[in-house]
């Protein structure tokens, strides 16, 4: 595992275009028990080198019901984003992850995660990615139908304060998601 990270954490494979450079962020261990797959880092994860250092982390953990200590602790949790560096700026927002990083690199971590119950898919890149055609025509409707991923895959939208309209649009997420979420984190957790 130790080998791998340090190839990922190296690669400058679409270095030329990233904004800021490449800086590989990714978290794994083979006692991990949860993977998160994001989409990409954001500018103050690609400064600080910590994955979901950012106010939608805070919010992903709170939805977790975690601490900080135990999300980060990466012999609990892997952190494996679809693109693995800062994309760039797009016009509402940050660019979606590289392409080449998931095919690249996803395979060969998961092959070093023998220990791993669930997979969070958040957002839309890492749900058409995981989920293939098995994914609902949309995000809303595929996090409505969690249950049909469970146990391996939990659905998530994207935590991002910039989805606050989405998170009132649907009181569903935090009615019935959020809960399952919490309770089988919790699981893995004891």
Same mark, same amino acid.
């Given at each position: 595992?130790?080998?791998?990270?340090?190839?990922?954490?190296?690669?400058?494979?679409?270095?030329?275009?990233?904004?800021?450079?490449?800086?590989?962020?990714?978290? *794994?261990?083979?006692?991990? %028990?949860? !993977?998160?797959?994001?989409? *990409? #880092? @954001?500018? %103050?994860?690609?400064? $600080?080198?910590?994955? /979901?250092?950012?106010? $939608?982390?805070?919010?992903?953990?709170? /939805?977790?019901?975690? $601490? =900080?200590? =135990?999300?980060? =602790?990466?012999?609990? !949790?892997?952190?494996?984003?679809? @693109?693995?560096?800062?994309?760039?700026?797009?016009?509402?927002? =940050?660019?979606?992850?590289?392409?080449?990083?998931?095919?690249?690199?996803?395979?060969?971590?998961?092959? %070093?995660?023998?220990? !791993?119950?669930?997979?969070?898919?958040?957002?839309?890149? *890492?749900?058409?990615? &995981?989920? @293939?055609?098995?994914?609902?025509?949309?995000?809303?409707?595929?996090?409505?139908?969690?249950?049909? &991923?469970?146990?391996?895959?939990?659905?998530?939208?994207?935590? $991002?304060?910039?989805?606050?309209? /989405?998170?009132?649009?649907?009181?569903?997420?935090? %009615?019935?998601? !959020? #809960?399952?979420?919490?309770?089988?984190?919790?699981?893995?957790?004891?």
């Amino acid at each position: 595992m130790k080998g791998l990270l340090n190839e990922i954490r190296g690669c400058t494979v679409c270095e030329e275009h990233l904004p800021l450079g490449p800086r590989p962020v990714v978290v *794994a261990n083979k006692k991990a %028990k949860i !993977v998160i797959i994001g989409q *990409a #880092p @954001g500018t %103050k994860v690609h400064a $600080s080198g910590i994955p /979901w250092d950012d106010p $939608s982390g805070r919010q992903l953990r709170k /939805w977790m019901n975690v $601490s =900080d200590a =135990d999300f980060y =602790d990466e012999e609990k !949790v892997a952190i494996i984003p679809m @693109g693995f560096c800062y994309p760039g700026k797009g016009k509402t927002g =940050d660019l979606p992850p590289r392409p080449e990083c998931a095919p690249l690199w996803h395979k060969q971590l998961m092959n %070093k995660l023998p220990n !791993v119950e669930l997979v969070l898919l958040i957002g839309i890149y *890492a749900q058409k990615y &995981y989920l @293939g055609k098995t994914a609902e025509k949309n995000l809303t409707e595929t996090v409505r139908r969690f249950e049909n &991923y469970l146990p391996k895959y939990m659905t998530l939208p994207h935590p $991002s304060p910039r989805n606050r309209f /989405w998170l009132t649009k649907n009181p569903w997420f935090d %009615k019935d998601v !959020v #809960p399952e979420l919490q309770r089988r984190v919790k699981a893995l957790f004891e």
